[in-house]
């Protein structure tokens, strides 16, 4: 049997947090994906700048790198924002939260592009028949057009999804115990790189699979009544 030198408790508690990371992240990037699309498509100038700037600069700036200013220039920003109202603590940012926020930004800005695609994608013809129904616009939305562009985003959103789970390393820079921290605490102590780094990637590949399977079901749920040519 494998011994690994009483950290396997250790490890499964890491993928625990590695797994509330990237359901966290990935709720924070469906949200500011979906408003960034919106955003893109709407004639509303200052909302087309805001979301193509945000998707320029989160694209081109490495996910580490996110994260290091996110966790390190939070607090300095939230005190200066805090000191404005009179309060002088000291506030600060979580490897988590940082974490969350930094993967949720870099997700949401290429699940922007996705989800403008598969709102382009639906026909016109919907939102007028919606629209001579009577149907109010947020209701219209939640019952007409967000379902169709769940199914055609669906297989883009899986990918983005995979690439999130395992950018969720990254975070363990900051010091927050995921699989990576784990593992990388096991070798300082054990002095056995090859074996807790092999565990580490067999750990993200089982997440993956998991991952992937829950994907194709989804996307097989959400095509259900569609007619195969």
């Not at 700048?49 to 600069?57: K, L, Q, V």
């Not at 607090?75 to 000291?90: K, N, Q, R």
């Not at 709102?119 to 149907?135: C, D, N, R, S």
């Not at 967000?146 to 669906?154: E, G, I, M």
Request: overall charge positive.
């Amino acid at each position: 049997m494998l011994d690994l030198h009483g950290f396997g408790d250790q490890l499964l508690q890491g993928a625990s947090i590695t797994i509330q990371l990237a359901l966290s992240s990935l709720a924070v990037g469906l949200i500011l994906g979906l408003l960034g699309a919106s955003a893109k498509l709407s004639n509303i100038k200052p909302l087309q700048w805001i979301a193509n700037f945000y998707t320029t600069i989160i694209r081109g700036v490495p996910e580490l790198l996110t994260v290091l200013i996110i966790y390190f220039g939070a607090t300095t920003v939230l005190m200066s924002i805090a000191s404005v109202f009179g309060y002088d603590e000291y506030i600060e940012i979580g490897p988590f939260a940082a974490g969350v926020t930094a993967l949720g930004l870099t997700f949401g800005a290429y699940a922007t592009e996705v989800f403008r695609g598969a709102l382009q994608a639906i026909p016109k013809g919907q939102h007028e028949a919606a629209i001579v129904l009577g149907m109010h616009p947020r209701r219209k939305f939640f019952r007409i057009i967000l379902p169709q562009v769940w199914r055609v985003a669906l297989p883009g959103i899986g990918n983005l999804f995979l690439v999130l789970l395992k950018d969720t390393a990254l975070v363990s820079v900051v010091g927050l115990e995921d699989i990576m921290r784990k593992a990388n605490v096991a070798v300082s102590n054990t002095k056995e790189p090859f074996l807790f780094y092999l565990v580490a990637a067999f750990m993200y590949l089982a997440l993956t699979i998991v991952s992937m399977v829950v994907v194709h079901y989804l996307e097989k749920r959400a095509s259900r009544g569609l007619t195969r040519g």
